[in-house]
């Protein structure tokens, strides 16, 4: 399931973004790759220590709380704590599978990564290339949002970014461990929610209609979800 975003962070918080990730210290985004993605991966990032992540992964994850799209379609249990990378001209990562399980920085704990994010930080019109390729069972998609708006696909899915050629592509990348391991099974749950919004949007609360989609929802999920 591949779910895009649109808006997930506002104008003004994609210009502060961009503003403080302008003064900010890109190392190699090799770091933080593991051995076999690495050989493929070319790219910037910053320190994911740095007061600059920590700043602006609090940015991104406040306004994943406040996006009902986000909830419904990652069912999130932990996040990894945003990072934020970085492809000028020349610059790419060939295809991989990111890894399964990731350590929480500072927390003494590690989880298991479900669905991966990507939120979009530069414009389209300011690059070319750069598109994020995912391939799964729903077939191949080039993804290249605008600024501010978010892509959620599966963890498992093979997936690259297509060389830089011109311009400079920024972005916010990051994990969740979501409490329906099965990515079936989130599916499912995704589109039963989206059939009981549109239900509410013709229909009373009180209607039988809503109120049986809505009992067979949380069941499912009373049923699937691992906490």
């Given at each position: 399931?591949?779910?895009?975003?649109?808006?997930?962070?506002?104008?003004?918080?994609?210009?502060?973004?961009?503003?403080?990730?302008?003064?900010?210290?890109?190392?190699?985004?090799?770091?933080?790759?593991?051995?076999?993605?690495?050989?493929?991966?070319?790219?910037?990032?910053?320190?994911?220590?740095?007061?600059?992540?920590?700043?602006?992964?609090?940015?991104?994850?406040?306004?994943?709380?406040?996006?009902?799209?986000?909830?419904?379609?990652?069912?999130?249990?932990?996040?990894?704590?945003?990072?934020?990378?970085?492809?000028?001209?020349?610059?790419?990562?060939?295809?991989?599978?990111?890894?399964?399980?990731?350590?929480?920085?500072?927390?003494?704990?590690?989880?298991?990564?479900?669905?991966?994010?990507?939120?979009?930080?530069?414009?389209?019109?300011?690059?070319?290339?750069?598109?994020?390729?995912?391939?799964?069972?729903?077939?191949?998609?080039?993804?290249?949002?605008?600024?501010?708006?978010?892509?959620?696909?599966?963890?498992?899915?093979?997936?690259?970014?297509?060389?830089?050629?011109?311009?400079?592509?920024?972005?916010?990348?990051?994990?969740?461990?979501?409490?329906?391991?099965?990515?079936e099974q989130r599916t499912m749950l995704y589109d039963l929610d989206m059939a009981i919004i549109d239900a509410r949007g013709k229909l009373?609360?009180?209607?039988?209609?809503?109120?049986?989609?809505?009992?067979?929802?949380?069941?499912?999920?009373?049923?699937?979800?691992?906490?």
């Amino acid at each position: 399931m591949l779910i895009a975003i649109p808006d997930l962070l506002t104008p003004d918080e994609v210009a502060h973004c961009r503003r403080v990730l302008e003064g900010s210290r890109w190392v190699d985004g090799r770091v933080t790759a593991g051995a076999q993605a690495a050989l493929t991966k070319r790219n910037l990032q910053i320190p994911t220590d740095s007061p600059e992540a920590l700043e602006l992964g609090d940015l991104i994850l406040n306004a994943l709380g406040r996006n009902p799209t986000f909830t419904s379609a990652a069912m999130p249990l932990r996040v990894l704590p945003p990072m934020f990378n970085r492809y000028d001209v020349g610059m790419t990562f060939g295809a991989h599978v990111d890894g399964a399980i990731r350590s929480v920085p500072g927390a003494g704990m590690r989880m298991r990564a479900d669905v991966s994010t990507t939120v979009f930080l530069t414009d389209p019109d300011e690059y070319d290339g750069g598109e994020l390729v995912i391939e799964d069972v729903y077939g191949t998609q080039e993804v290249k949002l605008p600024a501010g708006h978010a892509v959620v696909y599966p963890a498992t899915s093979l997936h690259s970014v297509n060389v830089i050629t011109r311009g400079s592509r920024w972005a916010s990348f990051f994990w969740t461990q979501s409490m329906i391991r099965s990515g079936e099974q989130r599916t499912m749950l995704y589109d039963l929610d989206m059939a009981i919004i549109d239900a509410r949007g013709k229909l009373p609360d009180d209607d039988p209609a809503v109120l049986s989609l809505a009992n067979v929802y949380h069941n499912l999920l009373r049923h699937w979800a691992e906490m």
